[in-house]
């Protein structure tokens, strides 16, 4: 994880609790990212996370894929945790992104990026 993908607000785990699973936090502000980079790892995105950031799981009768969207203006953003693609649908047209999230952050990025709002747990 480099620091310059790193925003306020971004979730991230401490490296050293990495292992047992705990020690999840947010940047807040005031911290100088530079100073602890060294000790953050990146979560992995996974279901538990969508759900908790307010995804909803689709229902994809045609593959053993999973896939969770929520809503973000008049489109859908949807990704796949198994595979880490994402595309956004809007009016039943659908595009795909050719780069892939695999991180909780990169996806809170995204999210930013597309809607100037955090995404953040519930």
């Not at 530079?34 to 045609?62: A, C, S, V």
């Given at each position: ?5 790193l ?70 953003l ?29 996806l ?15």
């Amino acid at each position: 994880m480099r620091k310059e993908e790193l925003r306020i607000g971004n979730y991230f785990k401490w490296s050293e609790f990495a292992s047992m699973g705990k020690g999840v936090d947010r940047i807040t502000h005031g911290q100088q990212i530079e100073d602890y980079i060294n000790f953050k790892e990146p979560i992995k995105l996974n279901p538990q996370w969508l759900l908790k950031f307010g995804f909803t799981q689709g229902d994809n009768t045609t593959s053993n894929d999973s896939f969770y969207d929520i809503a973000v203006g008049g489109s859908n953003l949807g990704i796949n945790p198994d595979n880490g693609v994402v595309w956004i649908t809007r009016d039943k047209n659908s595009f795909n992104n050719p780069a892939c999230i695999d991180y909780v952050h990169q996806l809170q990025n995204l999210y930013f990026a597309l809607t100037g709002k955090e995404l953040v747990s519930k």
